[in-house]
């Protein structure tokens, strides 16, 4: 850029002296030593030129330059250097604070839960890795990811296909065939009557360590594994009904979902667990699919319908028309637990 110092002048800088020292100019909120001008033709160079003089060094298009910063790129450079364009000391801007996340429903009701009841929040991490379905997302994302087996577990509820068998100690019971499965599936229902509502239930279904103490045949729970509000692994083992029958035990995996209307599904089916060997004394039955389903009674404050139901495999020698014969026994662990309650 060639100017004579009248037109350095007209810019806003002082054309010195030969004698003078050099002029401080002000350039993107630096300051920096300007060059001397020795005659009127020769040619000034200037690194850098605050963008909001009225003369402009740099060469721009209708849609701007690389060499041209933009108000933006301007702006962040005063910012950070503590300067503005005029030379005055500003303070930095703070940055804007990150919009805030949306709680969603699963979220909510799991820590409504926990603020009513003595359920466990602790990690378990266990021996087995952790399931990857369950890291870096939010509750609602992993039940959405999970939520085939949720509406699976829904579709059981529905009485159509079951046939009824009867009732004993307040718990109806049910059974049906399902395509392609030799073992016939079971179904509970009872209403129970507990001050502590939803939260109070879920505490104890999900106590693995405390199933001794309302269910008799069951000889020993453990956690193997526990990522709340995730999922968990269980290790449970039990009597057997009858001397004639080895004792069993099942390694299950759980999952639970709140539902629009308060109510609350617990998915369970058995798991592949490598790094916990059968015990010699038991024989592993496997809990093919099932869960408890938990729906508030309407026009009642402290009165649920609890529906269990599944099918088991039970494994070992018993023939499967022996298993079908004792499917409905399985729906009774609904009385047990309304004892408890």
């Known amino acids: 850029l060639k100017v004579a110092p009248r037109e350095v002048v007209r810019a806003g800088i002082s054309a010195p002296q030969p004698s003078s020292p050099p002029v401080k100019v002000v350039a993107m909120g630096n300051v920096c030593d300007a060059p001397k001008i020795e005659a009127d033709s020769q040619e000034l160079k200037v690194p850098a030129v605050d ?134 599936y079971f179904k509970g229902v009872t209403e129970v009557e507990v001050a502590g509502g939803i939260p109070r239930i879920l505490s104890v279904l999900l106590d693995t360590e405390q199933r001794p103490k309302w269910d008799e045949l069951c000889v020993k729970g453990s956690t193997e594994q526990y990522y709340p509000p995730f999922y968990k692994y269980s290790h449970t083992q039990f009597q057997a009904p009858a001397k004639i029958i080895n004792p069993r035990e099942l390694v299950l995996m759980g999952r639970f979902r709140f539902e629009e209307d308060g109510s609350v599904v617990v998915a369970m089916q058995s798991l592949e667990y490598p790094e916990m060997p059968v015990d010699p004394d038991y024989v592993r039955a496997e809990f093919v699919e099932g869960g408890y389903i938990i729906r508030p009674k309407q026009g009642s404050t402290n009165k649920y319908i609890i529906s269990w139901t599944g099918c088991v495999d039970p494994k070992g020698w018993i023939p499967t028309w022996l298993a079908n014969l004792l499917a409905p026994k399985q729906a009774l662990t609904l009385a047990k637990v309304k004892k408890f309650f």
Do not use: C
């Not at 060469?59 to 060499?67: F, I, L, M, P, Q």
């Not at 378990?124 to 992993?142: A, I």
């Not at 009824?164 to 049910?174: A, L, N, W």
């Open 51 to 184: 963008n909001t003089s009225s003369v402009s060094p740099t060469a721009t298009t209708e849609s701007g330059s690389e060499n041209s910063p933009s108000k933006d790129e301007s702006a962040e450079d005063n910012a950070a250097k503590g300067k503005a364009t005029n030379g005055q000391e500003q303070k930095p801007q703070a940055p804007a604070a990150a919009a805030p996340v949306k709680e969603g429903m699963q979220a909510r009701k799991w820590r409504e839960t926990i603020a009513a009841s003595n359920i466990s929040i602790d990690v378990v991490p266990g021996n087995m890795k952790r399931r990857p379905s369950s890291e870096n997302v939010t509750l609602d994302q992993y039940a959405a990811k999970h939520a085939g087996m949720f509406q699976r577990l829904l579709t059981l509820e529905d009485l159509k296909g079951w046939t009824f068998k009867r009732e004993d100690q307040g718990v109806q019971i049910y059974v049906k065939t399902e395509p392609g499965q030799s073992f016939h």
